[in-house]
């Protein structure tokens, strides 16, 4: 049934935006809720792979609430009880509020002389 959902709506699956969300909450409640332990503090991944890297190719919302409601595998589950609707949407701001890191060819500190 969700699959013939997928072929004749797909905007209803793909494109849903994600409720509105303060990244400024959301950073605290990254910082809460533990993500930050396994994905790094800004979605970078954890070490020695504790958790995947969430940025910089963020999944759609959809995708990202299913998986922290109901995760495919190793991750822990935040029911709804525990991690609110608003907290999520806004952990999901912070996500999207993150800046990508420069390209090292434009980090000046790490264009040592003949090495470019
Ligand atoms: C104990 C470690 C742990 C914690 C805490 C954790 N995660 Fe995860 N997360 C994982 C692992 C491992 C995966 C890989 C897929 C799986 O195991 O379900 C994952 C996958 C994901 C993914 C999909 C990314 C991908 O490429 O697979 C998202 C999005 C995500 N986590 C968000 C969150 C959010 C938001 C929180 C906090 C509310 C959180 N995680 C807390 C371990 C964790």
Not at 7 to 24: K, T, Y
Not at 59 to 76: K, N
Not at 84 to 91: K, N, R, S
Request: charged share 20%; net charge positive; with cysteine.
């Amino acid at each position: 049934m969700r699959f013939f959902i997928l072929l004749l709506f797909p905007a209803v699956v793909f494109g849903q935006d994600a409720p509105a969300g303060s990244p400024e909450r959301g950073h605290q409640a990254f910082l809460k809720y533990q993500c930050y332990s396994c994905h790094g503090t800004v979605g970078q991944g954890g070490e020695r792979g504790a958790g995947p890297r969430l940025l910089p190719n963020l999944f759609p919302w959809v995708a990202f609430s299913m998986q922290t409601r109901t995760p495919r595998q190793d991750m822990p589950a935040y029911r709804k009880d525990h991690l609110g609707d608003q907290d999520l949407a806004d952990i999901y701001a912070y996500l999207r509020s993150v800046k990508p890191s420069p390209a090292v060819a434009n980090i000046p500190q790490l264009n040592f002389e003949g090495r470019r």
